[in-house]
């Protein structure tokens, strides 16, 4: 409706605003009916999106922890020596007992160095001539051998001798000056006998200027070391890393022992109950939102408000009458209905029917200790946590089996219910695009009904203002009848 300001009802007497607005009262009432249908479409593609992004990250979350038996089969680690390994048992899942002795840690091959200054016995920095250098003779012809690649001196700053042997050995060695040390750092980039570095000088003064000093061989190569290992006290394993796989146990030596450690492995029973409580805990909460958007109070008698009803009242009062009808959309909702029972039937189905290579002894949660009390808590789960921890314990590979088959289920099932259709978008549970086409209607329908309404309200206008006219003609002919 336009904002003219009309003055009616002078001639006549008559209250043409009320008389016109009774008139135009189901025009008003279509056009506010169409938008009250766009609000609760909008307020119902919120919900939908609300409610599935709960139940994508409960998919996302607990059920994707769960998939695979890598995730769930955890194993714990007991060490008689501490700082001497780190044992990896992501892929070791066999209960048993190592003894490990670390004789020898691999080494880099890496050169001995002294610190150097400039020849006034100041500090050296990256930015200083390499020439510069104490004991370099600057007009000389100085020439640097790595591993039978030559640099040269000449003009050349720091800085720019490492990128120069950068450029040829990057891939083989480091080779760094350190502005705090004030020396030059070189080592192989890899552990292991077969890395060596070999040094060589227009003369040895060069290396000597450079703070090299010869290895332990009197010369100037350099020669990494293999890691010894002595496995269960009989076999010697030689490893040109650190990181070393014997038995199917992965490990990383990080110092040298005298005596053996004693690794045992078992399995971690304490972790695997934990994670089948939170997975069950997931499952309850998500339910729970579930069953209570399910039977949430009806909103009959609630409708979206209008401008004009909402002056009547205060934001509180709003807020609660708007919050009324948002709890209520999802009631008795049939897709979420249908994902209730889906997973109901997921945590509660015997598998031993459906999966043969599962244990019958170990084939459905209840036998885990974890069932529903009863029909008042529509399909919640309660965990008895000494009998899951003692169905772990005896039965581990079974437990484990179960519970990966009941996620992938789950997940598998989910997916299928939140694939791109042309009612919704992918990673949704519901009609959203369904209700993306409502809104973008009743907004056409809302413009339509609204020129609808403002064109025959001016028509209204228009004949009371000819009545008003025509009134005050015959007011005037009458006055001057009567003055004659």
Not at 10 to 35: C, F, H, R, W
Not at 190 to 205: A, H, P, R
């Amino acid at each position: 409706m336009g904002n003219t300001i009309r003055f009616t009802g002078l001639s006549s007497g008559l209250d043409t605003e009320s008389v016109v607005k009774a008139i135009m009262t189901p025009y008003q009432n279509k056009v506010d009916t169409l938008k009250k249908n766009k609000v609760l479409a909008e307020w119902r593609k919120d919900v939908y999106k609300e409610m599935s992004t709960k139940i994508q990250n409960f998919r996302n979350n607990a059920v994707s922890k769960l998939k695979y038996v890598g995730d769930l089969n955890k194993s714990k680690v007991t060490l008689s020596q501490e700082g001497a390994i780190k044992v990896d048992t992501s892929s070791y899942k066999e209960d048993g007992t190592h003894r490990i002795e670390v004789k020898q840690l691999a080494e880099t091959a890496t050169v001995t160095v002294g610190t150097i200054k400039d020849k006034n016995g100041n500090k050296l920095t990256k930015d200083s001539l390499v020439t510069d250098i104490a004991g370099i003779e600057a007009a000389g012809s100085n020439i640097l051998k790595i591993n039978g690649e030559s640099f040269d001196f000449a003009g050349k700053t720091i800085s720019e001798l490492e990128a120069a042997v950068k450029e040829k050995l990057g891939d083989e060695i480091s080779f760094k000056f350190d502005n705090s040390v004030g020396a030059f750092l070189i080592s192989s980039n890899k552990t292991g006998e077969n890395q060596s570095i070999d040094l060589t000088g227009t003369d040895t003064n060069v290396l000597s200027a450079m703070g090299v000093k010869a290895s332990s061989t009197n010369s100037y190569k350099y020669d990494g070391k293999n890691a010894e290992i002595l496995y269960n006290n009989g076999v010697t394993i030689s490893s040109e890393t650190n990181d070393i796989e014997v038995n199917g146990l992965k490990f990383t030596a990080v110092a040298t022992t005298t005596t053996p450690i004693t690794v045992t492995v078992s399995k971690d029973v304490d972790s695997m109950v934990e994670a089948v409580k939170n997975f069950v805990n997931e499952y309850n909460t998500l339910l729970e939102e579930i069953n209570g958007k399910l039977s949430a109070d009806s909103a009959k008698g609630y409708d979206p408000l209008t401008d004009e009803e909402k002056e009547a009242m205060s934001e509180k009062e709003i807020e609660l009458w708007e919050n009324k009808i948002k709890s209520s959309l999802l009631r008795n909702d049939s897709t979420l209905k249908d994902l209730s029972s889906m997973l109901r039937s997921a945590m509660t189905t015997d598998y031993s029917k459906t999966d043969a290579g599962l244990d019958e002894k170990c084939s459905m949660l209840s036998q885990l200790g974890i069932s529903s009390t009863g029909w008042r808590d529509k399909g919640k789960l309660t965990i008895d946590e000494d009998a899951l921890k003692k169905a772990i314990s005896e039965n581990g590979d079974g437990v484990v089996s179960l519970v990966t088959t009941i996620a992938n289920k789950i997940d598998q099932e989910l997916d299928a219910r939140s694939k791109s259709t042309e009612f919704r978008t992918y990673g949704q549970y519901f009609s959203d695009k369904t209700q993306t086409t409502n809104i973008s209607r009743y907004e056409r329908e809302i413009e339509s009904a609204q020129e609808r309404y403002d064109r025959l309200e001016a028509v209204y206008y228009k004949k009371f203002t000819a009545m008003e006219q025509a009134m005050q003609e015959m007011s005037s002919q009458s006055s001057l009848f009567s003055s004659m």
